[in-house]
């Protein structure tokens, strides 16, 4: 039995987190294999929103096991949190949320040094979240970090006293911040005694013995492929590996257990904090994609920059990861346009090219469009193929033929309901 994997195509907030939802009966297990809680999965039904930073989104689905793998970076203070929340909700989660204890911890003082770090580069931030999560990768390949398994050891809090000291005089590099470490210190050793609750396991070892049994299981990316920390508009990028590959050494599968990658795209693009973005639109119509699709970030709540959908940097990413469906999301928020326009290839250095430039950042390139038809009508309750506009359909068979791959879902609103299947 094989692992399916879901992940995001772009530069995140393409709409996983609903999608994962949709997709949840179909499995048995969920599980988030990579990321920190500068991931904010929004989920919409019965009336009621929910935003999850940490946990896999399959768990408002009764009955389905949720891992927390070991690629993820925990902050027991917001795990807390969302369990608050879950709680607040009636959901039942003893027994279905599993945490791998190879899963390293973020610390207020990883905290405390991403917000010193990200101060200090003035007009050169790269748009970090400041929950930490750069802070705890790089203690992670420094070979120094503290993870989820150390809680259950005698000596967890010298190895912690001597993590923090270690931060302490990192931060005196940089300029002041105001930051109570004391007082967030207090609140994460409760928030710890709250993680301690949810079952620890092998995580590797968990996950293979599902696969041996035959479970279902859905792999559940963070952030977008554009943020990959090999791959993406580096240095405006995350600190782990978003796209399939990751999925291996986030929850310690072999490649050959991977089964269906289906990647998330938006019908247009957006993107938060710093970085290149090819098809930024920063005038009016900009605005109007921000107002009709609510682009404001889940964890941050920073205004999303938004843009026309940019083909060259989805056939790159649908190439990185292995593409075999792809999930098209927010076409409603297109509703009310005449034409569209898709950016199919870019003009580097006056040559044309459909190939991503090596850096974004500093290369001279401009993307190319192309006009297609938009639908200028409203798509709400539409849960039929055979019942959208004829332009709809030809925008989703035109992506489909420039993109190489099968859509197999549309999304027209945010509700778990509004969904066609194709």
């Known amino acids: 039995m094989a692992v399916d994997v879901l992940l995001g195509l772009q530069w995140g907030d393409e709409g996983k987190g609903k999608i994962v939802d949709v997709l949840a009966p179909q499995y048995d297990i969920i599980a988030r294999f990579q990321g920190g809680p500068n991931a904010g999965h929004t989920l919409i039904f019965d009336g009621k929103k929910f935003v999850l930073h940490t946990v896999p989104s399959g768990i408002f689905r009764p009955g389905l096991k949720n891992i927390i793998g070991n690629g993820v970076v925990i902050d027991p203070i917001t795990l807390s949190k969302e369990l608050d929340q879950l709680d607040a909700a009636g959901v039942d989660y003893a027994g279905r949320l599993f945490v791998a204890r190879k899963a390293h911890l973020i610390l207020p003082?990883?905290?405390?040094?991403?917000?010193?770090?990200?101060?200090?580069?003035g007009d050169r931030k790269i748009g970090s979240t400041l929950k930490g999560i750069g802070p705890t990768y790089m203690d992670k390949t420094g070979r120094n970090g503290l993870r989820v398994g150390n809680i259950e050891a005698p000596d967890f809090r010298e190895r912690y006293e001597e993590l923090k000291e270690k931060h302490k005089q990192l931060v005196g590099l940089y300029p002041f911040v105001e930051f109570e470490l004391a007082k967030e210190e207090e609140a994460w050793f409760k928030a710890v005694e709250r993680l301690q609750t949810?079952?620890?396991?092998?995580?590797?070892?968990?996950i293979n013995d599902a696969i041996k049994r035959g479970d279902k299981i859905l792999a559940e990316g963070a952030q977008g492929s554009m943020l990959d920390i090999d791959f993406g508009t580096y240095p405006f990028v995350t600190s782990s590996n978003t796209i399939t590959a990751g999925v291996c050494t986030g929850l310690?599968?072999?490649?050959?257990?991977?089964?269906?990658?289906?990647?998330?795209?938006?019908?247009?693009?957006?993107?938060?904090?710093?970085?290149?973005?090819?098809?930024?639109?920063?005038?009016?119509?900009?605005?109007?994609?921000?107002?009709?699709?609510?682009?404001?970030?889940?964890?941050?709540?920073?205004?999303?920059?938004?843009?026309?959908?940019d083909l060259v940097q989805l056939r790159y990413t649908i190439m990185l990861s292995g593409v075999t469906q792809l999930v098209v999301t927010k076409v409603d928020v297109l509703n009310k346009f005449e034409t569209l326009k898709v950016a199919d290839a870019y003009k580097v250095d006056g040559s044309l090219s459909h190939e991503l430039p090596f850096d974004l950042v500093h290369e001279n390139y401009e993307a190319v469009y192309?006009?297609?038809?938009?639908?200028?009508?409203?798509?709400?309750?539409?849960?039929?193929?055979a019942n959208l506009p004829k332009a709809c359909i030809d925008y989703v068979q035109f992506l489909e033929e420039k993109l190489g791959t099968r859509v197999s879902m549309v999304s027209t609103g945010p509700d778990r309901e509004e969904l066609v299947v194709r």
Do not use: M
Not at 109 to 121: G, I, P
Not at 370 to 385: A, H, I, M
């Open 198 to 206: 949810l079952e620890f396991v092998d995580g590797e070892y968990w």
């Open 109 to 121: 003082s990883h905290r405390l040094l991403d917000a010193a770090r990200e101060n200090a580069k």
């Open 370 to 385: 192309t006009d297609v038809p938009g639908w200028n009508s409203n798509l709400t309750s539409v849960k039929e193929e």
């Open 252 to 309: 310690g599968i072999a490649p050959q257990q991977i089964g269906e990658v289906i990647g998330i795209t938006k019908a247009y693009c957006t993107r938060v904090g710093g970085g290149p973005f090819p098809t930024e639109l920063t005038g009016e119509t900009g605005e109007f994609l921000r107002a009709e699709g609510g682009e404001f970030g889940a964890t941050t709540g920073r205004p999303r920059r938004c843009g026309w959908i």
